[in-house]
């Protein structure tokens, strides 16, 4: 029987570690938790969300709601779970952070052809290899994957994590229930603020004192994940527009939308514990209940976890990886997750999902199954593995990357809604010929 190890269970990582054991190949998967921790990590479990606990849009008019769709119906364990332990968030896929990993764990180590071998991997291991040890991979690891790539073929940015709050330590007298534009259920925390409220607000958060982070710049940052003060920084009103935006959030004690809005999502099943939406920061400790008490509905607010920021590490993927996130040079060695440059929880398993596919496929001498660019997991894979892309940085699946429609379709919305449709008679046709299931 094939074996292959996996290094790493992430989201990447344990999804590939699935898809493998579901086509019978053997897995071995290292994960060096418990025995070793990272700045981001604070559980021993699998498949641990170390910023938000959100998987972002579930809809299909949006890129990754036709990602998360076609991992749904390709039989992704990732997706799965998240569905099993989703809590309320409006049209998003939100999970109980502590139930989902739980649940990714228990799936993984009951599984017979898998077997986890904890402990750090300090050396590639010889024989099929699928390296999915994240963006903080240790030091050991991070320095062997150099010598085999070269100095020059890897990159990173920073990352940043928002902080977590008590819901009951919220002001609810200064706060209420609503989703935008009354889409979806009113699972949101709405915490409004008037123009002068917000004024001080902003100005104490542009000068608030940061954490050091060795080697950090403002421009270093990945757009998607921006720190709330490195917005603040770029304009009084730039909050405004981005994560405070007020629009469709009626005040329902006046009737008219706030000057800003600070969002709570829901963080476990609960509902005992809430995120901050929009606030990955750096900020020290002190400074975030300093600033982030200025809210008026969190004057009181109880921080059970300060938001925190990392380096992360990604490869120069179009110059090193193919379609199949495998390593040109050693195709013996393959990659997931976001050290190739995919970003996003769902992105992360959709790389992991497709590695461990086409690697199975491969030691079964199966034809590749190749999933076309019209499909999102064939976009990411086909973008990241893109010579031509110049500047290349971390990529969230978006419409852009996929190849357009034969024909007009009037309205934004409709035009994506007709892009999914398309992808997913791809994907069940996918199915029907047994590929990448």
């Known amino acids: ?6 290094i790493g269970a992430g989201l990447a990582g344990s999804e590939c570690a699935w ?32 910023c938000s606990n959100s998987l972002r849009s579930d809809q299909l008019e949006n890129a990754v709601g036709l990602l998360k769709e076609e991992l749904r119906r390709l039989g992704s364990l990732i997706i799965r779970c998240a569905d099993a332990t989703r809590v309320g968030a409006g049209g998003a896929l939100a999970v109980d952070r502590h139930g989902f990993a739980r649940m990714v764990t228990e799936e993984i180590c009951s599984h017979p052809l898998i077997t986890v071998l904890p402990g750090e991997v300090r050396e590639i291991p010889e024989g099929d290899v699928v390296i999915a040890s994240g963006p903080l991979t240790s030091d050991a690891l991070a320095q062997e994957i150099t010598k085999l790539l070269g100095t020059e073929n890897t990159l990173h940015f920073f990352d940043a994590a928002a902080p977590l709050v008590s819901f009951e330590s919220v002001d609810m007298s200064n706060a209420y229930f609503a989703s935008r534009y009354g889409k979806g259920e009113p699972d949101y925390v709405n915490c409004p603020m008037d123009q002068e409220e917000y004024r001080a607000f902003w100005a104490a958060l542009k000068d608030a004192q940061e954490a050091e982070v060795h080697g950090f710049e403002d421009g270093q940052v990945f757009e998607g994940c921006m720190p709330v003060e490195v917005m603040a920084r770029r304009g009084e009103d ?11 959030l009626p005040d329902p004690r006046t009737g008219r939308e706030p000057y800003a809005v600070v969002q709570l999502r829901r963080d476990n099943a609960d509902g005992s514990i809430y995120n901050l939406v929009g606030f990955q920061t750096h900020l020290k400790w002190g400074e975030q209940r300093r600033v982030f008490s200025m809210i008026p509905a969190l004057r009181q607010a109880e921080f ?17 990886l193919d379609r199949y996130y495998r390593l040109k040079s050693e195709p013996r060695i393959a990659f997931a997750g976001q050290m190739t440059g995919v970003e996003g929880y769902v992105e992360s398993c959709a790389s992991g999902f497709l590695a461990g596919v086409e690697t199975a496929r491969r030691l079964l001498r199966q034809p590749p199954a190749d999933f076309p660019a019209e499909t999102a997991i064939g976009a990411l894979a086909l973008y990241v593995s893109n010579e031509s892309v110049g500047q290349f940085q971390p990529m969230n699946i978006n419409f852009g990357i996929i190849p357009p429609l034969d024909h007009r379709v009037k309205g934004k919305r409709n035009k994506n809604a007709e892009l999914s449709r398309r992808s997913l008679e791809l994907i069940e046709k996918r199915k029907a010929e047994g590929l990448g299931i």
């Open 1 to 6: 029987m094939s074996r292959v190890t996996v």
């Open 19 to 50: 898809q493998l054991a579901q086509r019978g190949i053997a897995v071995t998967l290292c994960e060096m938790k418990p025995e070793k921790t990272t700045p981001a990590h604070t559980t021993a479990y699998f498949a641990e969300l170390c």
């Open 238 to 248: 730039t909050l405004r527009y981005g994560p405070l935006k007020p629009r469709g």
């Open 304 to 320: 059970l976890r300060y938001g925190v920021m990392h380096r992360n590490t990604y490869l120069d993927s179009p110059s090193l």
